[in-house]
T-cell receptor, first 116, second 112 residues
Framework: DAGVIQSPRHEVTEMGQEVTLRCKPI?????LFWYRQTMMRGLELLIY????????DSGMPEDRFSAKMPNASFSTLKIQPSEPRDSAVYFC??????????????FGAGSRLTVL | GQSLEQPSEVTAVEGAIVQINCTYQ??????LSWYQQHDGGAPTFLSY????GLEETGRFSSFLSRSDSYGYLLLQELQMKDSASYFC?????????????FGAGTQVVVTP
């Protein structure tokens, strides 16, 4: 398996623009997570899905952020409009639901977002 | 809510042993995980403890004491490639099954 695949790896955009980050989880994984990492706030859980259904979005900072998972192999995190304070590395991760695999998060390489 | 505390930085020489402590406060508790992250890279899974005791995986070991809400990661025979950030993470049983929260991370610096 190619692991968790994220795109784009780097994105530089101007304030006010829409940003869409994409994630393909490991095939067969039941859970998908979106995390944001900054020096100031560390790794923050934004939202996670179980079997394509959003379970907890309490970490989503505000209405400018939205996430979808239309099928088991694809998820998006959208920021509209983007602001400079959204600059961070956004990680997608996936895991199994049961067995020892349920205790292991596999992370993608991350999408580094810079909002000017 | 949840909180996890771990030291911000630890420095040691090659070949030494380093222990990274993690204390946690959660409304429920299911297990403690450890992840390693090199600069510019993604976090990668190291270990998971659900029960009290020591789990050993090669040069790395992880320990958990549920009664003390405490765990540690032990790095033995340090190598330069072990220079990285190490995060503890908890799964809070009171929340939904899948929810993992991460500590702020400990930067381990290995010197020659």
């Amino acid at each position: 398996d190619a692991g968790v695949i994220q795109s784009p790896r780097h994105e530089v955009t101007e304030m006010g623009q829409e940003v869409t980050l994409r994630c393909k989880p490991i095939s067969g994984h039941d859970y998908l997570f979106w995390y944001r990492q900054t020096m100031m706030r560390g790794l923050e859980l934004l939202i996670y899905f179980n079997n394509n259904v959003p379970i907890d979005d309490s970490g989503m900072p505000e209405d400018r952020f939205s996430a979808k998972m239309p099928n088991a192999s694809f998820s998006t995190l959208k920021i509209q409009p983007s602001e400079p304070r959204d600059s961070a590395v956004y990680f997608c991760a996936s895991s199994l639901a049961g067995g020892t695999g349920a205790n292991v998060l596999t992370f993608g390489a991350g999408s580094r977002l810079t909002v000017l | 809510g949840q909180s996890l505390e771990q030291p911000s930085e630890v420095t040691a020489v090659e070949g030494a042993i380093v222990q990274i402590n993690c204390t946690y406060q959660t409304s429920g508790f299911y297990g403690l995980s450890w992840y390693q992250q090199h600069d510019g890279g993604a976090p990668t899974f190291l270990s998971y403890n659900a029960l009290d005791g020591l789990e050993e995986t090669g040069r790395f070991s992880s320990f958990l004491s549920r009664s003390d809400s405490y765990g540690y990661l032990l790095l033995q025979e340090l190598q330069m490639k072990d220079s990285a950030s190490y995060f503890c993470a908890v799964r809070d049983r009171a929340d939904s099954w899948g929810k993992f929260q991460f500590g702020a991370g400990t930067q381990v610096v290995v010197t020659p």
